[in-house]
């Protein structure tokens, strides 16, 4: 008679793993935030450029990119401190819960910096060309 496969780890033999159930939360949402938070900035400010224009004021559009800004970088910030308790090593062929949650994490921290740029970019526009001449 074969003895079974002892588990990896305690984690996996209680099913506690801490980046299951409630742990994924914040493993999902750094990844998906600063997405969200940039394409729900790109079609905000393209609604509101007209408004602007009849308006002759560009504060909607600074606030909608300063909203949107700090909601990326939010998610960007938490896909980061996930990265670290992680172990902040580089994702590999490796299976499981961690390697898991090592890669969401880095792929979160790599994404956010990407939509934070294309935010910062989208913004610097509204200093050079006025909202009249957008539309």
């Given at each position: 008679m074969t003895a079974p496969h002892a588990p990896k780890?305690?984690?996996?033999?209680?099913?506690?793993?801490?980046?299951?159930?409630?742990?994924?939360?914040?493993?999902?949402?750094?990844?998906?935030?600063?997405?969200?938070?940039?394409i729900t900035g790109f079609t905000a400010d393209f609604a509101l450029v007209e408004r602007a224009c009849v308006s002759r004021t560009m504060l909607p559009l600074h606030l909608v990119m300063l909203l949107t800004v700090a909601l990326a970088a939010a998610g960007t910030l938490l896909a980061a401190r996930e990265w670290r308790r992680t172990g902040?090593?580089?994702?590999?062929?490796?299976?499981?819960?961690?390697?898991r949650a090592r890669f969401m994490a880095a792929t979160g921290t790599l994404l956010g910096g990407f939509f934070l740029l294309l935010l910062v970019a989208q913004w610097s526009s509204h200093l050079v060309i006025p909202p009249c001449l957008a539309s």
């Open positions: 780890d305690e984690h996996s033999a209680l099913g506690t793993h801490p980046y299951k159930g409630r742990g994924a939360l914040a493993l999902w949402l750094g990844m998906l935030v600063p997405g969200i938070a940039w902040r090593a580089w994702p590999n062929a490796e299976g499981g819960a961690t390697p």
